[in-house]
């Protein structure tokens, strides 16, 4: 067993958590509970980095002491950590007073040492990211990195000399080629330094909320040095107790800190200098991500083009959105949002590929083996449905504790086609009405509950929640370290299969129709993709629907119909508007059939409406009832129609 720890920024105070947060914290977590499932013993670390001007103005304009600011604040990313199902063993806030003491301590030592001297900092600074900017690298006189406002500050300071750690930081990124992935970023790195260093001002005299520079108070430190800092105060650093002294020894120095691309000369420069000035190990990795865009820009508070975690957890489950975000992206690149590729991922890769499988096996084994896993003949298995898992689970293993999320699932997604692939071609259902063919019967199902039972251990990192619950189903209770001894074949014969319940229901509606149906429902705050009309995976109803009687059924009315008018709804591929006659009144609906059929092509047909559903709008049409149409899994929808038409307003029962 060998020891872990990972580490996410922390984040600022200053803006709400969205998507950028919510990744960074979600692969961190992918990873660690990777590491957990192979027998390591992990230390997962996120928090929020309190300190800094724009903290203290922010307060300020609140109205409100900045202690309690960054309180409120701080609490928002804490429980991010709920919300998305986050295993961090630790949450640290710069504001601690464990944390001042750290500080203070690392200051100590490397001034000490002759790295800090005093004098005068002349020169731009951009608030919002906590950075000095020398005068050549402004972008039409704003801050080169976030475009906003920078500030003409001139101070007395503290400065690092940071030219002293030219050569040194070049040979630690000689000798260890991969302290920065990707390597793209690590070459950046490289040729800045190449550039040469300057010293860095690591004090402030113009404002007091920072940590308090040791024996000179009139300094507080700048935020860099003491945010930087976190990483060592989590796991003890700066504490004289035995334990904290046993904890560092144990933890430190880290083996990632993961980070978004923006902040990697921070970490990738200050950071190891300030360490190798007061002679403490550096990590050994830095990996950095891309950002998530929307529009063609960084998603970020400062433009406003946010995805809140909670919109889409909210409304599709957090597995569907933990799912989503490691599929999409590409590790290191950039990846733009959009609730249609949403949508797309959700329907076809959860919905139907791996919904698909999950009910197919369970149905079929609760069905013919009395929902117990049945004995199989090895002479019987498949062997190159077993070849494929076996490598599956050591790529798996290797593409996500390296990061790649999105090789891994799609690697996993391959195995579920294949599986979903070998039941089509086997067709149990029939094997199952002839007696003879018992044992292929009991190996098919074997082999499909088997391969279903090494997904659902697979994707434990990546929709833990889901994951479990489909482990269940196939009858295992989920071991902590399962992924030291997981291997194909090793699903017990004769367990009882759990309680099937379908983790992502599918969603019908267009990414238009979610849209519309949020702002109809006057939430506080309209999402960009809303409530599906399905439960939330957590609260997934049974997937043998419990069946209705026949009273139920009578509550529904259906009635023939006759279109006397159709046209499109403007704006939407999908809508056509549609008055009917019902024999006793007419009515206006919208049916989601544009695709389908030209409104021309509708006037004069028979069709079955819903007669007494809730009027709805959708895109703003109001909707009375309900046409009904086959939707064969993507193909076009088809109208329910007679052979000849009855009389509208006659009742379909
Ligand atoms: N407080 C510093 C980090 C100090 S670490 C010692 C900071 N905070 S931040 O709130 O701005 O968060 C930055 C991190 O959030 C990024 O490094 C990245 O991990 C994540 N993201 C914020 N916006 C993002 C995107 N649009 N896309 C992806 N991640 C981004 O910098």
């Known amino acids: 067993m060998s020891r872990f720890y990972i580490t996410t920024p922390i984040y600022y105070i200053n803006a709400e958590p969205h998507l950028g947060h919510a990744y960074t914290t979600m692969i961190a977590d992918a990873v660690a509970r990777a590491h957990r499932?192979?027998?390591?013993?992990?230390?997962?670390?996120?928090?929020?980095?309190?300190?800094?001007?724009?903290?203290?103005?922010?307060?300020?304009?609140?109205?409100?002491?900045?202690?309690?600011?960054?309180?409120?604040?701080?609490?928002?990313?804490?429980?991010?950590?709920?919300?998305?199902n986050i295993s961090n063993d630790a949450f640290i806030r710069t504001t601690e007073p464990r944390h001042y003491r750290a500080a203070q301590e690392l200051w100590r030592r490397v001034k000490e040492k002759g790295y800090i001297y005093k004098g005068k900092y002349e020169g731009w600074y951009c608030t919002v990211d906590e950075v000095f900017v020398p005068e050549t690298q402004?972008?039409?006189?704003?801050?080169?990195?976030?475009?906003?406002?920078?500030?003409?500050?001139?101070?007395?300071s503290y400065f690092f000399k940071l030219s002293a750690f030219h050569q040194p930081l070049l040979d630690h990124y000689k000798s260890h080629p991969d302290f920065v992935t990707p390597a793209h970023r690590r070459n950046e790195i490289v040729s800045f330094l190449e550039g040469g260093l300057q010293d860095l001002s690591v004090s402030r005299?113009?404002?007091?909320?920072?940590?308090?520079?040791?024996?000179?108070?009139?300094?507080?430190?700048?935020?860099?040095?003491?945010?930087?800092?976190?990483?060592?105060?989590?796991?003890?650093?700066?504490?004289?107790?035995?334990?904290?002294?046993?904890?560092?020894?144990?933890?430190?120095?880290?083996?990632?800190?993961?980070?978004?691309?923006?902040?990697?000369?921070?970490?990738?420069?200050?950071?190891?200098?300030?360490?190798?000035?007061?002679?403490?190990?550096?990590?050994?990795?830095?990996?950095?991500?891309?950002?998530?865009?929307m529009d063609g820009a960084k998603m970020s508070k400062s433009i406003g083009n946010v995805v809140r975690p909670k919109d889409y957890v909210d409304r599709f489950g957090l597995d569907a959105f933990r799912y989503f975000v490691m599929r999409e992206m590409m590790f290191g690149q950039d990846a733009d949002f959009t609730d249609e590729t949403f949508l797309t991922r959700y329907n076809a890769d959860l919905a139907n590929d791996l919904g698909n499988l999950i009910s197919r096996a369970t149905t079929m084994i609760h069905r013919y083996c009395e929902g117990r896993v049945p004995q199989p003949d090895p002479s019987l298995r498949p062997m190159e449905l077993r070849q494929q898992f076996e490598a599956l689970i050591d790529s798996v293993k290797a593409h996500t504790t390296s990061f790649q999320f999105s090789f891994a699932l799609r690697e996993i997604w391959d195995a579920i086609g294949a599986t979903n692939r070998y039941i089509v071609s086997v067709e149990p259902w029939k094997i199952a009405k002839q007696p003879e063919l018992q044992a292929q019967l009991s190996t098919?199902?074997?082999?499909?509950a088997d391969g279903l039972r090494v997904i659902a251990e697979l994707l434990r990192p990546f929709i833990p929640g889901s994951a479990?619950?489909?482990?269940?189903?196939?009858?295992?209770?989920?071991?902590?370290?399962?992924?030291?001894?997981?291997?194909?074949?090793?699903?017990?014969?004769?367990?009882?299969?759990?309680?099937?319940?379908?983790l992502f229901p599918r969603i019908e509606q267009t990414v238009e129709e979610l849209r519309t149906m949020s702002d109809e429902q006057s939430t506080p705050a309209p999402a960009p993709v809303a409530a599906p009309a399905v439960a939330p995976a957590?609260?997934?109803?049974?997937?043998?629907?419990?069946?209705?009687?026949?009273?139920?059924?009578?509550?529904?009315?259906?009635?023939?119909?006759?279109?006397?008018?159709?046209?499109?709804?403007?704006?939407?591929?999908?809508?056509?508007?549609?008055?009917?006659?019902?024999?006793?009144?007419?009515?206006?609906?919208?049916?989601?059939?544009?695709?389908?059929?030209?409104?021309e092509a509708l006037i004069g047909r028979t069709v079955v409406i819903v007669f007494n559903l809730k009027p709805a709008k959708l895109m703003g049409v109001e909707s009375n009832g309900m046409v009904l149409a086959a939707s064969p899994d993507g193909g076009k929808p088809m109208l329910v129609s007679f052979d000849t038409p009855p009389d509208p307003g006659t009742r379909v029962r």
């Open 37 to 84: 499932l192979m027998g390591d013993e992990v230390f997962f670390l996120t928090g929020t980095d309190e300190h800094g001007q724009k903290v203290e103005r922010a307060a300020q304009k609140a109205g409100i002491p900045t202690k309690a600011f960054a309180d409120q604040t701080s609490e928002k990313f804490r429980d991010l950590s709920g919300l998305l």
């Open 138 to 156: 402004l972008v039409d006189g704003r801050c080169p990195t976030c475009g906003g406002k920078v500030e003409k500050i001139a101070e007395e």
């Open 468 to 502: 479990e619950r489909a482990l269940a189903m196939v009858g295992v209770a989920p071991a902590p370290q399962s992924w030291t001894t997981l291997k194909v074949d090793d699903l017990v014969p004769g367990a009882r299969l759990g309680e099937t319940t379908p």
């Open 205 to 293: 005299t113009s404002f007091t909320w920072g940590v308090p520079v040791p024996d000179d108070p009139a300094h507080v430190m700048y935020v860099w040095f003491d945010a930087l800092t976190n990483y060592m105060t989590a796991v003890g650093y700066g504490d004289a107790s035995a334990a904290s002294g046993e904890m560092f020894k144990k933890y430190w120095p880290a083996d990632v800190h993961l980070i978004g691309k923006e902040i990697v000369r921070q970490h990738g420069i200050y950071w190891p200098a300030f360490l190798m000035a007061a002679g403490l190990p550096i990590p050994k990795q830095l990996v950095s991500h891309g950002w998530w865009m």
């Open 444 to 448: 098919t199902l074997y082999v499909i």
């Open 538 to 599: 957590a609260a997934a109803a049974p997937a043998e629907p419990a069946k209705i009687t026949i009273d139920d059924f009578m509550k529904v009315e259906l009635r023939v119909a006759k279109v006397l008018a159709a046209e499109r709804v403007p704006k939407s591929n999908r809508l056509v508007k549609l008055q009917v006659d019902v024999g006793s009144e007419q009515r206006q609906l919208v049916a989601g059939i544009a695709e389908a059929y030209e409104p």
